[in-house]
C-alpha cells in the first residue's frame, strides 16, 4: 500500500475491478499521477477530513482502455486523473456527502450526484475550476 495522503492510497485511486478482468493496464502517467495527488489534496482529504468517517473510492484514474471499457465521457476527467466517483454507503448518506461537499467552500471543477446519489462525482483541476454542480439522472 502507497499513501499519498493520511487517509487515501495511490491503490484504491487506480485500482479497478473491470480493469482485472480485462487485463486492462491501468497504470497512470506521471501527468495523471500528479493530477490525483491533486485531487486528493485539494478534495479528497479536505472533505474526508470535514466527513469524519471513511470515504469509498469507486472509480479514479481511467486509462482509455479501461474508460472506454466502463463507457465513461470521451472526455471524461477520470482519464487525466482528475475526477473521482466516491461514495459512504447509500442514496441518504451519499446525497448528504454531495451536500456536505457543495456547502463546504472546498474548490471543485464539477460536483456530479450520478443517477439520484448512487455515487458522487467530484474533479479538480489545477487552475480554472468551475463550480459546477450536476445531477445526472
Ligand atoms: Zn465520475
Known amino acids: 500500500m502507497t499513501p499519498i495522503s493520511k487517509n487515501f492510497t495511490l491503490e484504491e485511486m487506480i ?3 473491470t ?3 480485462n487485463h486492462i493496464d491501468n497504470t ?3 501527468e495523471a499521477l500528479a493530477n490525483l495527488q491533486l485531487l486528493v489534496d485539494k478534495v479528497l482529504q479536505p472533505v474526508r477530513d470535514l466527513y469524519g468517517k471513511p470515504i469509498h473510492v469507486n472509480s479514479g484514474y481511467r486509462s482509455v482502455k479501461l474508460n472506454k471499457e466502463v463507457r465513461g465521457a470521451v472526455n471524461s476527467q477520470h482519464i487525466q486523473g482528475r475526477a ?3 461514495s459512504v454507503g447509500g442514496r441518504v448518506a451519499n446525497k ?3 451536500d456536505l461537499i457543495r456547502g463546504s467552500g472546498i474548490a471543485f471543477d ?3 450526484d450520478e443517477y439520484d446519489y448512487r455515487w458522487v462525482h467530484v474533479s479538480y483541476r489545477e487552475s480554472g475550476n468551475r463550480g459546477m454542480v450536476l445531477h445526472l439522472k
Open 19 to 21: 480493469a482485472m478482468d
Open 84 to 86: 473521482a466517483d466516491i
Open 96 to 98: 448528504a456527502l454531495f
Open 28 to 30: 497512470p502517467s506521471a
Open 110 to 112: 464539477q460536483l456530479i
Open 15 to 17: 485500482s479497478s475491478a
